[in-house]
């Protein structure tokens, strides 16, 4: 079935750890995006991607890097992990064709950095 | 750039009756409004969507308006239901920005039985 998969879905982890959260589907979409989001509250643009070899920055600032070598992977890393970056981390994908930005989303990975 | 601002923060209402989530965009070249929902605990999910060389789409129970010249559009449920109850989201979207979705800050919906 075609989705949008993330592991872990869970991570606690240490200050100063370098994590690397995955994203991976199967829709096969060309655009690729991660956000982060607080329980319930608004999704911010960290990253995405328009395809192969292509990533940019989003709207909110971020101290995570990306990367786009396949198609269906989109990984985000983190070298050092703070407290600060405790939060929820969602990955989405659309088509890329201009008539269709829906965006799907993933079951997202939960983040605390104690 | 973009800006989306949403409101209520938080809407409660008795099973059966409507509810109303509105929005406003502030670039006039936005053209894609999808809304999505989000379950406690769950991904969010697409709604309904409006472009905007339409007026009105409507779905079963939901409908979305859309005021391109006051640049608003809004979310109707209409004979609401428990499971209504989550955060709905709105978003503005430009084709020629690559399809970024800007989000608004959600709404959390509550429907009492």
């Known amino acids: 079935e075609a989705d949008i998969y993330q592991t872990p879905r869970y991570l606690v982890i240490g200050t100063g750890k370098k994590i690397t959260l995955e994203c991976s589907q199967t829709m096969g979409h060309d655009k690729m995006y991660w956000y982060q989001q607080d329980p319930g509250m608004e999704l911010h643009l960290i990253h995405y991607?328009?395809?192969?070899?292509?990533?940019e920055k989003g709207d909110l600032s971020s101290e995570s890097t990306v990367s786009r070598i396949r198609t269906e992977h989109f990984p985000l890393t983190l070298e050092s992990a703070r407290p600060s970056h405790t939060s929820q981390y969602l990955c989405?994908?659309?088509?890329?064709?201009?008539?269709?930005?829906?965006?799907?989303f993933g079951p997202g990975t939960r983040l605390l950095v104690l | 750039g973009e800006n989306v601002e949403q409101h209520p923060s938080t809407l409660s209402v008795q099973e059966g009756d409507s509810a109303v989530i509105k929005c406003t965009y502030s670039?006039?070249?936005?053209?894609?409004f999808p809304w999505y929902k989000q379950e406690l605990g769950k991904r969010p999910q697409l709604i309904i969507d409006?472009?905007?060389?339409?007026g009105e789409k409507k779905d079963q129970r939901i409908a979305v308006t859309l005021n391109k010249t006051a640049k608003h559009f809004s979310l109707h449920i209409t004979e609401t239901q428990p499971e209504d109850s989550a955060v709905y989201f709105c978003a503005a979207s430009v084709y020629n920005q690559g399809g970024k979705l800007i989000f608004g800050q959600g709404t959390e919906l509550s429907v009492k039985p």
């Open positions: 991607s328009y395809g192969v070899n292509s990533t």
């Open positions: 409006i472009r905007s060389n339409v």
């Open positions: 989405a994908s659309s088509e890329g064709d201009r008539r269709q930005e829906t965006q799907y």
């Open positions: 670039d006039s070249a936005s053209n894609y």
